[in-house]
């Protein structure tokens, strides 16, 4: 069974779509015991980080998050949320990932929307993948590079596009509106 934790965030259904394409057949859910008992799980989230860490501590989510056991995706907010803070409100994370989320430089346009390349990309979730493969993002914070990061975009300056520690990784990116390089880094996740 795959489960996409409900918290009440953005871009769910075209989450649920990405995988009904791939055969998947999602569960969406806040159910502790049901989260806990899923083969995989997406953590996805589009909007504000103190909103979901706010809706994520309601539920008791912000606890079982962290205590699963079977590979975790997480996708753009979800990314966010698995770090230690995110300087959007100030807000504490889940600390999965010990990674700060910082708020772009007012250098350049923000936020960064469209198309980039993913350089660096190492592990499961992108085998079979071209290097440099483009893939499309729409955030305003980014996680600083760390030793869990798994792949690398620059936009302004190199970023964490991907993280990997444990049973758990997490994108920045949304893999469910990048075509097929998202079809196979979505698929690479189903298969581990």
């Not at 489960?3 to 649920?16: P, Q």
């Not at 057949?25 to 806990?36: G, N």
């Not at 056991?69 to 803070?85: A, E, H, S, T």
């Amino acid at each position: 069974m795959i489960a996409i934790i409900d918290y009440g965030a953005g871009n769910i259904r075209s989450v649920k779509n990405a995988l009904r394409r791939l055969g998947a057949e999602p569960v969406l859910t806040a159910d502790e015991a049901i989260l806990r008992a899923a083969d995989k799980v997406i953590f996805p989230g589009v909007g504000e980080a103190a909103t979901a860490m706010h809706a994520l501590r309601g539920t008791g989510l912000d606890r079982v998050i962290p205590e699963l056991r079977q590979p975790v995706l997480g996708v753009c907010l979800g990314l966010q949320m698995l770090c230690l803070r995110s300087e959007e409100a100030e807000t504490e994370g889940l600390g999965v990932f010990p990674v700060e989320v910082r708020r772009f430089p007012a250098t350049g346009k923000i936020p960064h929307m469209g198309w980039n390349a993913l350089r660096s990309a190492e592990g499961p979730l992108f085998a079979d993948l071209p290097e440099q493969a483009d893939v499309y993002f729409v955030h305003s914070y980014y996680a600083e590079t760390a030793p869990a990061t798994a792949a690398v975009t620059d936009y302004l300056l190199p970023f964490s596009a991907a993280l990997c520690r444990d049973n758990f990784y997490a994108v920045q990116f949304h893999p469910e509106k990048s075509g097929k390089v998202g079809a196979r880094i979505i698929q690479n996740f189903l298969e581990l």
